[in-house]
């Protein structure tokens, strides 16, 4: 009983004593040199804006090299206001060709983002408009648009609709402007383009702005998704 009872107070004394230490006296937790889990103290890997000093100003997320871009990046030149919107609408052409492959993936797309607004017709009557929760949402066939402008909402957006921009790529947004062109002249009632097909189909690069040599640079890299400084 007495070595029990002495074996109770050598522990009790010995949890008081490493209580009462300080920080000095006694070490942290990760650094005892027996660990259980020891993951749990130290990240196996480095994690999103952790500090660390491999890292330049001890923070993992770091800002682009300065002057680089994305390789396959292309400039937009119109700028988001009425100005833009009616140069876009003017000057901007879809770079993609009209195939079939092209055009449904448009469909596919504008059944995802666009339908539920504009109706799968393009006529306004989306789900949203029918159960009253948007309104005003014109026919595509009540105003004049063309593959610019249409693109150039999709980038920007306009009124209560938001920009598409991060949803989609360049090529899709080209894609839906092509499904869009369609059902605009399937309401007016007007002839169907032909596809182009071929060694045609594959000519046109994918650009949103006006050609120059500058974009034309651009365009030669759009396949790789490395990273390029300006003007290489």
């Not at 209580?19 to 660990?35: A, I, L, W």
């Not at 749990?40 to 500090?51: C, D, F, K, L, V």
């Not at 339908?115 to 949203?128: M, R």
């Amino acid at each position: 009983m007495n070595r029990i009872f002495k074996t109770f107070i050598y522990a009790a004394l010995g949890l008081v004593m490493v209580s009462c230490m300080n920080d000095n006296e006694t070490s942290t937790k990760t650094d005892r040199s027996v660990q259980y889990f020891p993951n749990m103290y130290r990240s196996a890997g480095y994690e999103t804006y952790q500090e660390a000093e491999i890292f330049p100003g001890n923070v993992e997320a770091q800002k682009p090299v300065e002057g680089t871009i994305s390789r396959g990046w292309m400039p937009y030149d119109y700028e988001n206001n009425n100005e833009g919107y009616a140069s876009a609408k003017a000057n901007l052409n879809n770079p993609l060709p009209y195939t079939e492959a092209n055009l449904a993936k448009g469909k596919e797309l504008y059944d995802i983002y666009c339908a539920v607004c504009h109706g799968t017709s393009g006529n306004g009557k989306g789900i949203l408009v029918k159960n009253e929760k948007i309104l005003g949402v014109p026919s595509y066939d009540s105003r004049e648009i063309t593959q610019g402008s249409i693109y150039h909402v999709m980038y920007y957006g306009i009124n209560t609709m938001g920009s598409y921009a991060s949803q989609t790529s360049i090529e899709e947004r080209w894609q839906i402007a092509h499904h869009v062109d369609a059902l605009t002249r399937d309401l007016k009632g007007e002839e169907k383009r032909e596809f182009v097909n071929g060694d045609d189909a594959g000519k046109a690069p994918v650009m949103e702005a006006p050609a120059d040599e500058t974009q034309q640079a651009y365009s030669n890299d759009t396949d790789n998704n490395s990273t390029t400084t300006e003007g290489e």
